[in-house]
RNA sequence: GGAGAGAUGGCAGAGUGGUCGAAUGCACCAGUCUUGAAAACUGGAGUAUCGCAAGGUACCGUGGGUUCGAAUCCCACUCUCUCCGCCA
């Protein structure tokens, strides 16, 4: 959500957002909506106005005969200003309407485009592996290593279901101790949060309206998360937090993670990258409304998940998103994607955003500023890890000759010591 | 699942139809006192919105209704608490 004072001052700037992130919203009509929002408030107002000077005139009346007048003056004035009232709230349901739909304007520095594939690359790190032997992909190392389980997991779940076991179990449960200890480094929170949520909190961090077929709902009208950054967002919804709090709002979540796919039926229908389940590790932080913070957090952030994965040592890009794959929210985001070896390409694991005042607008997350001003707090979100994706590089990257699986140095210590995962 | 109580400003908490946008306390800001601080005292201060301003309007969980007039009465919904039941 944006402040619609802001919105008619940069009517030019909106229309751009709106083009650059493909968005249909009009813009014209919302301005012209609020026109008429203004004009009938004031009319609303004044009759408001003149209501409550007779009140207080019937209150005082000195005898019955005055009172009994003025009552029925003001009962003309009623219906009158019920008409008009009505006709106000007609014209709040429309604007209401199209003010969720606005975007909120990307970055200066995000460049144009459409979809993903025009995302830029701006950063490589790591050697890709070079194998002397017929790599494998990382299902038929993992079905080999007695790792997963898929055709069990989609008789008992159904299309893109899974089992993880044994190894495949235990290393999932290495990277989340590992990652809770690394990011915990950085300054994060740890939580536990739900991941059954009301309705506002996705309208909260804009995944509603826009995106209601992706997610699943429950027949009580809640529905189940996609991300850990939408319950933690709820965490202070409707607060005006103090200064202890707001610099203590910086958490790292884990959740699992429900996804229905709806719009990516024929993509990825093998293998761990694209699941309706799974689970991750989410950094959530709010600010002071500062652009200056939001950036240096938002660097921050991406910078943690970074490094977590150069301490695993698999090779990684990091991308700058297009406009056009920027969320409705989001004003800036950096994927991180990892190399899988023989897809011969890299496969993200991981988006680092951020929003200005979008989300705490909607959710209403407030503190004073050093004058007293109430003002929203900034808020901003990145993937710490998501399992299993993150096995799928895994795997790929560290495999031998002889079909084992050589576990990241980091992770050894989770794993009972163990250097290999192998038959 | 059953029974009851409740939702008011940053927090706590009065207020059951008419100057109530709302007492009081705490917290907050400014001042007095003090070498400084604390305490005490004095004063200030809700949020949003319209307006150059004076000032107007809205907001007492949410949405409806009754009324000339609603924090206050009625209806629905949401949430919280207590007790009983069930359950990991």
Known sequence: MLDINFIRDNVDIIKDAARKKHSKVDIDRLVQLDDERKQKLGVVESLRAEQNTASRAVATASNNTEREQLISEMKLLKEDLQARED?????????????????NVPDMSVPEGKTDEDNQEFKVWGEKPQFDFEPKDHIELMEDLDMVDFTRGTKVHGFRGYFLKNDGALLSFAIWQYAMDFFTKKGLSPMLPPAIVRKSNLYGTGHLPNEADDIYQTQDDDYLAGT???????????????????????????????????????KDIKGLIRVHEFYKLEQVILCEASHEKSVEYHEQLNRNTEEFIESLNIPYHTVINC????????????????WVPREETYREISSASYFHDFQTRRFNIRYKDESGKMRFAHSLNSTAIPTPRVLVSMMENFQNADGSVTIPEVLRKYMGGRERIEK
């Open 228 to 266: 850990a950054e939408v319950p933690t967002m709820g965490y202070y919804a409707d607060e005006v937090l103090t200064a202890e709090q707001l610099d203590n709002a910086k958490f790292l979540s884990f959740s699992p993670c429900y996804r229905r796919e709806a719009g990516s039926h024929g």
């Open 87 to 103: 006709e106000l709230k007609k014209i709040m349901g429309d604007w209401r309407e199209i003010m969720l739909q606005v975007p």
């Open 323 to 338: 406009a056009g794959d920027l969320g409705q929210g989001q004003v800036k985001k950096y994927d991180i994607e990892l």
